[in-house]
């Protein structure tokens, strides 16, 4: 099954946007951190090097509503603030959007921030969880087997690491820790 990759973050009003930087400055028109804005202000910005160009910065409810009619999954990445601060309520969001749209089963949220992953299962939403790995994350778990213990305690079925940081055995170490893989 297809699946398609996209970051989030979250309006000052509690809207979720699908766009990969925690501000509107480098690929959109506009300028300033998403946390500080409504969604109102962020949807001024037209996008960068867009195929249409007046496209603006999307809701997560617009982007589920597209994907819908094909069965794609979201694989959806969970990003933080521009301080590197996660966002006050944005899994509890997430859920809510993503059972909305009727999503619950074709979604998985990602992130490096880990803590996320524990914040989103307390939700009690059957979105799967997977954690991200990156060179900074894998030496601070001692490596890969350390990073598979360290997510599948927090609840993660997936772990998605940087594909430089795996060897062909990692994939059958996951599974042994309960977790799927996917790299990027």
Not at 136 to 160: K, M, N, P, Q, S
Not at 167 to 172: C, K, R
């Amino acid at each position: 099954m297809a699946a398609v990759e996209f970051d989030i973050h979250l309006t000052a009003d509690g809207e979720i946007v699908v766009i990969h930087d925690p501000t509107l400055d480098r690929t959109t028109d506009g300028r300033g951190a998403i946390a500080e804005m409504t969604y109102a202000d962020v949807a001024q910005a037209r996008l960068r090097g867009g195929a249409v160009p007046s496209e603006r910065v999307p809701r997560l409810s617009d982007v589920l509503a597209v994907l819908a009619p094909a069965g794609i999954i979201a694989w959806i990445e969970i990003k933080t603030r521009v301080d590197g601060t996660p966002y006050d309520g944005l899994e509890t969001r997430l859920a809510a959007v993503v059972h909305g749209a009727g999503y619950d089963r074709r979604t998985v949220m990602t992130t490096f921030a880990w803590d996320a992953i524990e914040r989103l299962a307390r939700t009690g939403a059957p979105i799967e969880r997977s954690g991200n790995v990156s060179t900074e994350l894998f030496r601070r778990h001692g490596g890969f087997e350390g990073c598979c213990h360290t997510l599948a305690g927090r609840g993660a079925h997936y772990i998605t690491p940087d594909y430089r940081l795996v060897t062909p055995q990692d994939a059958a170490m996951a599974a042994r820790h309960g977790l799927k893989m996917a790299v990027w």
